[in-house]
T-cell receptor, first 111, second 111 residues
C-alpha cells in the first residue's frame, strides 16, 4: 500500500531563517506531488505541483520554492522565512486522474 | 476561473441534529467534486467524492450529490455525532489533477 510521510511534524523558526520541509511517498512510482498551505482562518492553497523529477510548477508568487530531486521526494524550501509563512503545510500525491492523498502535515510557526 | 464557495462557519449543532453544509463551485468542463474532513489534530482525509453529474457520494453517513444544474455539492448527514466535530472542505479537481479547496467549514457537535 501507499504511504506518504512528512517531517518535521512541527517547526518553530525565527524570521529570516531558512526552511526545508520534506515529503516522501512509498509504494507508488512516478506520482504527481503537491504542496499546499493552510493558513489560519483560510482554506487550503496550492503552492507547487510536480509531474516528474525536476519538473515544478508554481501556483502563487512567494518566497518559497520546491524541488523534486527524486521520483518520490518533494522538498519545500525558503532562504528567508517571513512571519506570513506561518501555517500548516500539506504534501499530497496522486496518480494521474485519481484522487489526491494527503500527508500528516507540518505545522510551521515563524516568530 | 475555477473556484469553490462554502457556507461560513463555525456551525454548532446538537447531537442527532440534521447537518447541511452548502458548497457551490465555478469550473470549466466537468470537474470531479470532493468533500475532505480534518479532525482535530489530524491531517486531511477524503470523505466522499463524485465524478459526474447526478452521482451521489456517501461515506460514514454523509452524502453529497453532484448537481450540475445548480453547480452545487452540498454535504448532508441525517444525525450528527460528537465525533463528527471537524473542519469540512469542499473541493474540485481540475485538469492536471489540481485540487481547488473551499475555505472550510468548522463543525462543532455538542452532546
Amino acid at each position: 500500500s501507499q504511504t506518504i510521510h512528512q517531517w518535521p511534524a512541527t517547526l518553530v523558526q525565527p524570521v529570516g531563517s531558512p526552511l526545508s520541509l520534506e515529503c516522501t511517498v512509498e509504494g507508488t512510482s512516478n506520482p504527481n506531488l503537491y504542496w499546499y498551505r493552510q493558513a489560519a482562518g483560510r482554506g487550503l492553497q496550492l503552492l507547487f505541483y510536480s509531474v516528474g523529477i525536476g519538473q515544478i510548477s508554481s501556483e502563487v508568487p512567494q518566497n518559497l520554492s520546491a524541488s523534486r530531486p527524486q521520483d518520490r521526494q518533494f522538498i519545500l524550501s525558503s532562504k528567508k522565512l517571513l512571519l506570513s509563512d506561518s501555517g500548516f503545510y500539506l504534501c499530497a500525491w496522486s496518480v494521474t486522474e485519481e484522487t489526491q492523498y494527503f500527508g500528516p502535515g507540518t505545522r510551521l510557526l515563524v516568530l | 476561473g475555477n473556484s469553490v464557495t462554502q457556507m461560513e462557519g463555525p456551525v454548532t449543532l446538537s447531537e442527532e441534529a440534521f447537518l447541511t453544509i452548502n458548497c457551490t463551485y465555478t469550473a470549466t468542463g466537468y470537474p470531479s467534486l470532493f468533500w475532505y474532513v480534518q479532525y482535530p489534530g489530524e491531517g486531511l482525509q477524503l470523505l466522499l467524492k463524485a465524478t459526474k453529474a447526478d452521482d451521489k457520494g456517501s461515506n460514514k453517513g454523509f452524502e453529497a450529490t453532484y448537481r450540475k444544474e445548480t453547480t452545487s455539492f452540498h454535504l448532508e448527514k441525517g444525525s450528527v455525532q460528537v465525533s463528527d466535530s471537524a473542519v469540512y472542505f469542499c473541493a474540485l479537481e481540475t485538469s492536471y489533477d489540481k485540487v481547488i479547496f473551499g475555505p472550510g467549514t468548522s463543525l462543532s457537535v455538542i452532546p
